[in-house]
C-alpha cells in the first residue's frame, strides 16, 4: 500500500510529525475524490476546490494542482485501486508550535492515500435516515479546512441513533450535513443552500446543479427551513462516494411518503451515467 507524501509516492510508513500543523492546529485543507473502475471521478474540479481552500487560508499549495494531479493518478495506479477514494492533505507544514504561520521557508506538507470502499448502491437505492442537528461551526465553512470537530461530533450523534447523517441547522435555516449537502423536493422543484459562507460547496453538488438543468429540473439556490425540510416531498444527500443518498426520515418525521422519491430517483440515475 502506497502514499504520496510530498513529490514522492512510497510504502506507507509513519509519516506523522508531532509538530505538523495539520496535527496540532487543524491547519490545513483537504480533498475527497471518488474512484470509479481505476478512474478518479471530477478530479479538475476538485483540484479547483483544493486551490481555492489553500488561498482562503493563505497557504501556498507546493506542487502546482496539474502536477499534483498526476501524481495522485499514478498513486491509484500504484495501489491499483479501482473502488475509493482518495484522501488528499495539504498542511501548512512542520515547525517549532506557535499559534503564527511559521517562517516562510516552512514547507507545506501534501499526503495522500487510498481506501478501497465498495460502492453503496443500496444506500443510494434504498435511503436512510438523519437526526438534526444545531451547526456549531465557524462562518467559514465555505473552505474544506482539516477543523472536523463539529462534524465529527454530529456525524457520532447521527451513528448513535441509527441514522446516517446529522442534518444542520442554524436557527432555523438548514444548511447542509455533517459530511454532505442537503437538497429538499417540494412540488417538483429543488432547493439547496446557496453556495456561501455557511456551506462546503460540493462537487457532487455542483454536479447536480448541472444535471438538474439538463433534466430541465428547476432548483432554487436558496435558503429553506428546517420547516420545510420536514415537510420536504424528498430530501437527499450528497457528497462523494456517498453521491445521492434519499433521506426517508428526519428525527421522527417521514419524509413524503418514507420512500425514495421520483426526482430523487433520476437523479441517482443520471449520476451513475457520470461513470457507468
Ligand atoms: N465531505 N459538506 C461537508 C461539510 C462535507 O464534508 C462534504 C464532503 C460535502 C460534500 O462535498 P463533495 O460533494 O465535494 O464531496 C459537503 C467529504 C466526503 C469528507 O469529508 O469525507
Same mark, same amino acid.
Not at 75 to 97: D, F, T
Not at 142 to 171: F, M, S, W, Y
Given at each position: 500500500?502506497?502514499?504520496?507524501?510530498?513529490?514522492?509516492?512510497?510504502?506507507?510508513?509513519?509519516?506523522?510529525?508531532?509538530?505538523?500543523?495539520?496535527?496540532?492546529?487543524?491547519?490545513?485543507?483537504?480533498?475527497?475524490?471518488?474512484?470509479?473502475?481505476?478512474?478518479?471521478?471530477?478530479?479538475?474540479?476538485?483540484?479547483?476546490?483544493?486551490?481555492?481552500?489553500?488561498?482562503?487560508?493563505?497557504?501556498?499549495?507546493?506542487?502546482?494542482? $496539474?502536477?499534483?494531479?498526476? %501524481?495522485?493518478? !499514478? /498513486?491509484?495506479?500504484?495501489? =491499483? &485501486?479501482?473502488?475509493?477514494?482518495?484522501?488528499?492533505?495539504?498542511?501548512?507544514?512542520?515547525?517549532?508550535?506557535?499559534?503564527?504561520?511559521?517562517?516562510?521557508?516552512?514547507?507545506?506538507?501534501?499526503?495522500?492515500?487510498?481506501?478501497?470502499?465498495?460502492?453503496?448502491?443500496?444506500?443510494?437505492?434504498?435511503?436512510?435516515?438523519?437526526?438534526?442537528?444545531?451547526?456549531?461551526?465557524?462562518?467559514?465553512?465555505?473552505?474544506?479546512?482539516?477543523?472536523?470537530?463539529?462534524?465529527?461530533?454530529?456525524?457520532?450523534?447521527?451513528?448513535?441513533?441509527?441514522?446516517?447523517?446529522?442534518?444542520?441547522?442554524?436557527?432555523?435555516?438548514?444548511?447542509?450535513?455533517?459530511?454532505?449537502?442537503?437538497?429538499?423536493?417540494?412540488?417538483?422543484?429543488?432547493?439547496?443552500?446557496?453556495?456561501?459562507?455557511?456551506?462546503?460547496? $460540493?462537487?457532487?453538488?455542483? %454536479?447536480?446543479? !448541472? /444535471?438538474?438543468?439538463?433534466? =430541465? &429540473?428547476?432548483?432554487?439556490?436558496?435558503?429553506?427551513?428546517?420547516?420545510?425540510?420536514?415537510?420536504?416531498?424528498?430530501?437527499?444527500?450528497?457528497?462523494?462516494?456517498?453521491?445521492?443518498?434519499?433521506?426517508?426520515?428526519?428525527?421522527?418525521?417521514?419524509?413524503?411518503?418514507?420512500?425514495?422519491?421520483?426526482?430523487?430517483?433520476?437523479?441517482?440515475?443520471?449520476?451513475?451515467?457520470?461513470?457507468?
Amino acid at each position: 500500500n502506497n502514499i504520496l507524501y510530498n513529490d514522492e509516492i512510497m510504502v506507507r510508513d509513519n509519516v506523522v510529525e508531532i509538530e505538523d500543523r495539520g496535527y496540532q492546529f487543524g491547519d490545513g485543507v483537504y480533498e475527497v475524490i471518488g474512484v470509479y473502475d481505476g478512474e478518479p471521478l471530477l478530479m479538475d474540479e476538485h483540484m479547483k476546490r483544493l486551490e481555492r481552500s489553500a488561498r482562503e487560508i493563505r497557504l501556498t499549495l507546493p506542487t502546482e494542482v $496539474g502536477q499534483l494531479k498526476e %501524481k495522485l493518478q !499514478q /498513486l491509484v495506479q500504484a495501489n =491499483g &485501486l479501482e473502488e475509493g477514494i482518495i484522501y488528499l492533505q495539504v498542511s501548512r507544514g512542520v515547525s517549532p508550535r506557535w499559534h503564527e504561520f511559521p517562517s516562510k521557508s516552512t514547507k507545506a506538507v501534501t499526503v495522500a492515500y487510498t481506501r478501497e470502499e465498495e460502492r453503496e448502491t443500496a444506500l443510494e437505492d434504498n435511503g436512510g435516515t438523519a437526526i438534526l442537528a444545531e451547526d456549531i461551526r465557524w462562518l467559514r465553512c465555505d473552505i474544506k479546512t482539516l477543523n472536523l470537530l463539529p462534524n465529527v461530533l454530529a456525524k457520532q450523534n447521527a451513528v448513535e441513533n441509527n441514522a446516517i447523517e446529522a442534518i444542520l441547522h442554524r436557527g432555523d435555516t438548514v444548511t447542509e450535513a455533517s459530511a454532505s449537502n442537503v437538497f429538499i423536493v417540494k412540488d417538483g422543484e429543488l432547493y439547496t443552500h446557496p453556495a456561501d459562507n455557511y456551506i462546503l460547496n $460540493g462537487i457532487t453538488r455542483q %454536479k447536480i446543479l !448541472q /444535471l438538474c438543468d439538463e433534466l =430541465g &429540473l428547476k432548483v432554487h439556490e436558496e435558503t429553506y427551513t428546517v420547516d420545510d425540510l420536514l415537510n420536504a416531498d424528498e430530501v437527499f444527500i450528497s457528497a462523494t462516494k456517498t453521491d445521492i443518498a434519499p433521506i426517508l426520515k428526519v428525527d421522527d418525521k417521514t419524509i413524503g411518503k418514507g420512500t425514495p422519491g421520483n426526482i430523487t430517483q433520476q437523479l441517482v440515475k443520471a449520476f451513475r451515467t457520470l461513470y457507468e
